[in-house]
Nanobody, 117 residues
Framework: QVQLVESGGGLVQPGGSLRLSCTAS????????MGWYRQAPGKQRELVAR???????NYLDRVKGRFTLSRENAKTTPYLQMNSLKPEDTAVYYC???????????WGQGTQVTVSS
């Protein structure tokens, strides 16, 4: 069983930066998708950025060039560096791991990011 805990959220002014971290307890599966989702009030949860099983990345178009996904290796959970933050980035951000062979998905409890002046 994997437990994920996000950290690094907070209140930041427009144009500011935050770095989100995801700490995992338990062993991460060998083949997985790892990334970050977000959910704003009244909206559906959406994929922000993700490592695919081959190590390639996908980014939501609206965050390309501003957000960067990183990790230490394929078995560690990802960081999300967020720069040039905009009010529309305000949401609860969730770390996600999807184990492809086991067909299981794990979520953290979320961390609030608020971008406001």
């Amino acid at each position: 069983q994997v437990q994920l805990v996000e950290s690094g959220g907070g209140l930041v002014q427009p144009g500011g930066s935050l770095r989100l971290s995801c700490t995992a307890s338990g062993s991460i599966c060998d083949i997985s998708l790892m990334g970050w989702y977000r959910q704003a009030p009244g909206k559906q949860r959406e994929l922000v950025a993700r490592f695919n099983s081959d190590g390639s990345t996908n980014y939501l178009d609206r965050v390309k060039g501003r957000f960067t996904l990183s990790r230490e290796n394929a078995k560690t959970t990802p960081y999300l560096q967020m720069n040039s933050l905009k009010p529309e980035d305000t949401a609860v951000y969730y770390c996600n791991v999807q184990c492809l062979i086991e067909r299981r998905a794990y979520w953290g409890q979320g961390t609030q990011v608020t971008v406001s002046s």
